[in-house]
């Protein structure tokens, strides 16, 4: 078991847990359904050492993400139309 320094409510995974926790950001990027397009850049990336070489993928990724925030879009037009500022 695991133990903590006094004062630290934390304590220090060890190497073999750290490697199986979960990347946060990779944690997010699943969440938004985009993470085989991140995969692809990634791979892209890793391979070509360049990411302007792998512009197919940023965009397919970037496309991605900006389909995931669209649901908002519509209410923002809405306001503006209306002539009111959205709430931020």
């Known amino acids: ?3 903590s320094a006094p004062g630290h409510a934390w304590s220090r995974l060890s190497l073999e847990e750290d490697e199986e926790a979960e990347d946060p950001l990779d944690a997010m990027i699943s969440r938004t ?3 085989a397009q991140h995969r692809e850049l990634q ?3 890793a391979e070509r050492q360049d ?4 512009q197919a ?3 397919a990724f970037g496309e991605c ?3 995931r925030q669209r649901p908002e879009e519509p209410h923002r037009l ?4 209306e002539g009111k500022k959205p709430n931020k």
Do not use: S, Y
């Open 1 to 3: 078991m695991p133990t």
């Open 33 to 35: 359904g985009c993470a």
């Open 43 to 45: 791979e892209c990336m």
């Open 51 to 54: 990411w302007r070489h792998c």
């Open 57 to 59: 993928q940023v965009r």
């Open 65 to 67: 993400m900006a389909r």
């Open 78 to 81: 809405d306001l503006r139309k």
